[in-house]
């Protein structure tokens, strides 16, 4: 029997509806339009850190940006910043540009930013091309490792440098991104690399607040602590020697060094690579960790000193440094280093300063005698690094000059006579250390206010570093107030120091010339100034140093001098009168009265009382007179 079909079997069934092409690149590009949008919004807003790589600190000059460090470090709220090295904008004509570029051994840890190894080259450097307008930038960064350098080597390569050093290595497994750190990202170099590029970009750093913000409101509050910031990024976290990570961790720095070097390499830019080094002989490992394979870190380290004491000093070093290789915490950075430091070299025809094989030629077995702690060389230490690469640049012919090798009395006093280093920075580096020893690894964590009860401050001195050190001062601040300090007290050569450290450091601020100066003229410190003086009008010559370089150079009997630089007082200001009543004298002082009689002149009709000077007119009147006849 045939049913009969209903009218909704009747129905056709509905044709599936087809959109047009760009329908469909419309959808996708819309997420991409809402987040552009979203992108332009928050920076018009300014919303999170400014992470470009540079920035003004004049109109004519840049520094490393203080918050480039919050691409490595998201979870840290302290950052570190670098020695904030100043340099042109434009490159000089004659300039003669370094970058300097690692982690805190590099950066001068305890002694930044003014006791690092780039201040024994910068002063060789000026000794030996004075010609030039030498800049030496150092922008090495606490617990950061290769990933940081790699980040910043296109910026760095974009300032038009003549040369690169770089001294790392420490730092690759709990600096930040690195394999074992608190701020890792994985072990995937890829993953790392997009995310440090993705982080320059507002919507990023949203994204990252958010989860924070989130993160906080599930999480029991956190005690403040104080101590290293490696101390913080470390963790605890053991690394066996030969395990899956500690051999990630020689990957990671491999493959970041090739990228470094292949930037440098097709941009021209030569580098010098350093060996490091680390306290082999005084420093006992910090964990010892045996395995089936290997001893205990310590036993091996104690068959070391044995060794050295029946005077068997190779093998002694040898067994000092397989106990730092067995050490599971990984502070010091393992000899696997050194040798990937040394290949990366010979693979790019690439100079390597090889301090670890200097050092030990001259001291043996490293030990307290060159560093404050674990792996941090003393200021005698960073000497030495210093003189190293510099024989590495000699050797490789990267200095423009004939001679570029300095006399043995420069090395001999360049600890003492051309250190820009004070008894403040000499308290600040002594409170580091403290801090450095009496927290992990080298005893238990502590708050700050426990930290903070080790010191006890004596003198203003000890009070301003303790300010530093609690982060109520920067390093300027504390100088300055050290300046005003000695200047109070009449201690003008001590507060001329601190000026001229401050200077050294930001040779680029007119008002601590200025302001030394007039203090300095007040207190009639005239043969102490006088240097001084000259240094200001080499930086800028002005109405003020012009006028002071040619008074004192006529109360020393150097008229020639005094009459160049009087007039060209004069020329900045015509109304100076004792500018021209010593103009006025210098000229008689050569026998030259019918030109002092009319500079005299002058003066008395700006200053019709200016002291002494209607007697000088009468005594030039009467010499005139004299030669008339």
Same mark, same amino acid.
């Not at 009709?605 to 019709?608: E, M």
């Given at each position: 029997?045939?049913v009969?079909?209903?009218?909704?079997?009747?129905?056709?069934?509905?044709?599936e509806k087809?959109?047009?092409?760009?329908?469909y690149?419309v959808?996708?590009?819309i997420?991409?339009?809402?987040i552009i949008?979203?992108?332009?919004?928050?920076r018009?807003?300014?919303?999170?850190?400014?992470?470009?790589?540079?920035i003004?600190?004049t109109?004519?000059?840049?520094?490393? *940006?203080? !918050? %480039?460090?919050r691409?490595y470090? =998201?979870? #840290?709220? $302290?950052?570190? /910043?670098?020695? @904030?090295?100043?340099?042109?904008?434009?490159?000089?004509?004659?300039?003669?540009r370094?970058?300097?570029l690692?982690?805190?051994?590099?950066?001068?840890?305890?002694f930044?930013?003014n006791?690092?190894f780039?201040?024994?080259?910068?002063s060789?450097?000026?000794?030996?091309?004075?010609?030039? *307008?030498? !800049? %030496?930038?150092n922008?090495a960064? =606490?617990? #950061?490792? $290769?990933?940081? /350098?790699l980040d @910043?080597?296109?910026?760095?390569i974009?300032?038009?440098?003549?040369?690169?050093?770089?001294y790392?290595?420490?730092?690759?497994?709990?600096?930040?991104?690195g394999?074992?750190?608190?701020?890792?990202?994985?072990?995937?170099?890829?993953?790392?690399?997009?995310?440090l590029y993705l982080?320059?970009?507002?919507?990023?750093?949203?994204v990252?607040d958010?989860?924070?913000?989130?993160?906080?409101?599930?999480?029991?509050?956190?005690?403040?602590?104080?101590?290293?910031?490696?101390?913080?990024m470390?963790?605890?976290?053991?690394?066996?020697?030969?395990s899956?990570?500690?051999?990630?961790g020689?990957?990671?720095?491999?493959?970041?060094?090739i990228?470094v070097?292949?930037?440098?390499?097709?941009?021209?830019?030569?580098?010098?690579?350093?060996t490091?080094?680390?306290n082999?002989?005084?420093?006992k490992?910090?964990?010892s960790k045996?395995?089936?394979?290997?001893?205990?870190?310590?036993?091996?380290?104690?068959?070391?000193?044995?060794?050295?004491?029946?005077g068997?000093?190779?093998?002694?070093?040898?067994?000092?440094?397989?106990?730092?290789n067995?050490?599971a915490?990984?502070?010091?950075?393992?000899?696997?280093?050194?040798?990937?430091?040394?290949?990366?070299?010979?693979?790019f025809?690439?100079?390597?300063?090889?301090?670890?094989?200097?050092?030990k030629?001259?001291?043996?077995?490293?030990?307290?005698?060159?560093?404050?702690?674990?792996?941090?060389?003393?200021?005698?230490?960073?000497?030495?690094?210093?003189?190293?690469?510099?024989?590495?640049?000699?050797?490789?012919?990267?200095?423009?000059?004939?001679?570029?090798?300095?006399?043995?009395a420069?090395?001999?006093s360049f600890?003492?006579?051309?250190?820009?280093?004070?008894?403040?920075?000499?308290?600040?580096?002594?409170y580091?250390?403290?801090?450095?020893?009496?927290?992990?690894?080298?005893s238990?964590p502590?708050?700050?206010?426990t930290?903070?009860r080790?010191?006890?401050?004596k003198?203003?001195?000890?009070?301003?570093?303790?300010?530093?050190?609690?982060?109520?001062y920067?390093?300027?601040?504390?100088?300055?107030?050290?300046?005003?300090?000695?200047?109070?007290?009449?201690?003008?050569?001590?507060?001329?120091?601190?000026?001229?450290i401050?200077?050294?450091?930001?040779?680029?601020?007119?008002?601590?010339?200025?302001?030394?100066?007039?203090?300095l003229?007040?207190?009639?410190?005239?043969?102490?100034?006088?240097?001084?003086?000259?240094?200001?009008?080499?930086?800028?010559p002005?109405?003020?140093?012009?006028?002071?370089?040619?008074?004192?150079?006529?109360?020393?009997?150097?008229?020639?001098?005094?009459?160049?630089?009087?007039?060209?007082s004069?020329?900045?200001?015509?109304?100076?009168?004792q500018?021209?009543?010593?103009l006025?004298?210098?000229?008689?002082?050569?026998?030259?009265?019918?030109?002092?009689?009319?500079?005299i002149?002058l003066?008395l009709?700006?200053?019709?009382d200016?002291?002494?000077a209607?007697?000088?007119?009468?005594?030039?009147?009467?010499?005139?007179?004299?030669?008339g006849?």
């Open positions: 029997m045939l009969p079909k209903t009218n909704q079997q009747n129905e056709k069934s509905p044709i087809k959109y047009p092409f760009w329908f690149i959808t996708i590009l997420p991409f339009f809402l949008t979203l992108e332009i919004f928050l018009l807003f300014n919303y999170g850190a400014d992470l470009t790589q540079w003004d600190i109109n004519d000059r840049y520094i490393l *940006n203080p !918050e %480039v460090s691409k470090f =998201t979870e #840290t709220e $302290s950052v570190p /910043i670098s020695n @904030l090295n100043s340099f042109d904008k434009i490159k000089k004509e004659n300039g003669y370094i970058f300097i690692g982690g805190s051994s590099a950066a001068g840890y305890p930044s930013p006791g690092d780039s201040q024994f080259i910068t060789r450097l000026k000794e030996v091309i004075p010609e030039k *307008n030498i !800049e %030496v930038i922008i960064l =606490t617990a #950061t490792n $290769s990933y940081t /350098i @910043l080597m296109p910026g760095v974009e300032q038009n440098p003549d040369l690169i050093l770089i790392a290595g420490h730092n690759e497994y709990y600096g930040a991104l394999v074992g750190s608190a701020e890792s990202l994985g072990r995937s170099r890829t993953i790392v690399n997009v995310q982080n320059q970009f507002k919507l990023t750093m949203l990252r958010i989860i924070k913000y989130f993160g906080n409101l599930f999480s029991s509050a956190e005690k403040k602590t104080s101590g290293t910031l490696m101390s913080r470390a963790r605890e976290k053991l690394i066996p020697f030969e899956e990570t500690y051999t990630d020689l990957n990671q720095f491999t493959e970041n060094m990228d070097l292949e930037l440098a390499q097709n941009a021209g830019v030569p580098v010098i690579l350093g490091i080094v680390s082999l002989k005084d420093q490992p910090f964990v045996p395995t089936d394979k290997y001893p205990a870190a310590d036993k091996v380290f104690e068959q070391a000193k044995a060794a050295m004491n029946r068997l000093f190779e093998t002694a070093d040898s067994l000092f440094r397989f106990a730092k067995l050490d915490l990984r502070f010091r950075a393992p000899e696997k280093i050194n040798e990937i430091i040394l290949k990366l070299g010979k693979k025809n690439s100079p390597v300063a090889q301090i670890d094989d200097e050092l030629k001259e001291y043996g077995t490293l030990g307290n005698i060159f560093f404050i702690d674990h792996l941090h060389p003393n200021l005698k230490g960073h000497q030495k690094i210093g003189l190293i690469f510099w024989n590495e640049m000699v050797k490789n012919k990267l200095i423009p000059s004939k001679n570029p090798v300095a006399t043995e420069f090395n001999d600890l003492t006579k051309d250190l820009h280093y004070s008894l403040l920075d000499s308290t600040i580096a002594a580091r250390i403290i801090i450095l020893k009496n927290d992990w690894p080298f238990e502590k708050p700050v206010r930290m903070l080790l010191f006890n401050p003198t203003v001195i000890d009070t301003l570093a303790l300010k530093v050190i609690d982060n109520k920067t390093w300027e601040q504390a100088h300055r107030n050290a300046a005003l300090y000695y200047l109070k007290n009449k201690r003008y050569s001590s507060y001329l120091f601190e000026i001229e401050l200077l050294h450091q930001y040779p680029f601020i007119q008002e601590y010339y200025e302001t030394t100066t007039v203090s003229l007040q207190a009639k410190q005239f043969e102490l100034i006088y240097s001084f003086i000259e240094k200001y009008y080499q930086f800028k002005t109405a003020l140093n012009t006028k002071w370089i040619g008074i004192i150079s006529l109360s020393k009997g150097n008229a020639d001098k005094a009459i160049k630089f009087l007039e060209k004069r020329n900045y200001n015509s109304n100076d009168a500018v021209l009543f010593n006025a004298g210098a000229y008689s002082m050569q026998k030259k009265y019918r030109d002092a009689l009319q500079v002149d003066c009709k700006i200053s019709p200016f002291p002494q209607a007697q000088l007119k009468q005594q030039l009147a009467a010499a005139v007179r004299t030669i006849k």
